[in-house]
């Protein structure tokens, strides 16, 4: 399936403004998989299928679950915005046959991160977080840097994150804070922290 065919699929099954968020991230991608010498049609791909489980609902999550016998933990479990990424692989394997395992790395580990991300990873991670379509303040600051180090950019977007469920009283995944840690050790041995 080729990314035109891909686009097609994909906005029949997102919401309208899902779906433009989606091609932003996958423009952002693009630009930074340049900028960072990383292969652009694997950061197009990823960036255009980042959320291509966003809109299923609770129902099919859990048939999904089942169907791929996917190992969750509770907080995974209990919220839909980290399942979205771990189903997003399932289905661009399934349905978008991608079958490339960056790509699929990529839409899985785009909400969370985890320790030692690859490039491909951290510029879905970050393209998800500022494309133009988001217009907080962290937003804004983390485009300041986005060209210069994806470690600080990582860092701003977790602490962000971290802060924002401590106000709304939710669950962290460690998955997040692991990723804020690994970002803070990457800064310090380049002698930035």
């Not at 349905?95 to 909400?111: F, P």
Request: aromatic share 8%.
């Amino acid at each position: 399936m080729d990314i035109n065919e891909m686009k097609i699929k994909l906005k029949e099954s997102l919401k309208e403004t899902r779906y433009i968020h989606s091609l932003n991230v996958m423009e952002e991608s693009e630009k930074l998989a340049m900028h960072y010498n990383v292969d652009t049609e694997k950061a197009k791909i990823a960036g255009l299928l980042h959320d291509c489980a966003k809109n299923i609902s609770k129902k099919d999550e859990n048939e999904l679950i089942k169907k791929y016998r996917i190992e969750t933990d509770d907080i995974q479990r209990n919220s839909s915005a980290l399942l979205h990424s771990i189903l997003g692989m399932y289905i661009a394997r399934e349905e978008y046959q991608v079958s490339d395992e960056e790509i699929l790395n990529a839409i899985y580990w785009h909400t969370t991160g985890r320790p030692g991300m690859t490039i491909l990873e951290k510029i879905i991670f970050v393209a998800d977080y500022i494309e133009p379509g988001r217009n907080f303040e962290v937003a804004e600051k983390v485009r300041k840097y986005v060209y210069e180090d994806l470690d600080k950019c990582i860092l701003l977007c977790t602490d962000s994150t971290i802060m924002y469920l401590i106000q709304k009283g939710k669950l962290i995944h460690p998955y997040t804070l692991e990723t804020r840690n690994d970002a803070v050790y990457n800064l310090s041995k380049k002698g930035i922290l």
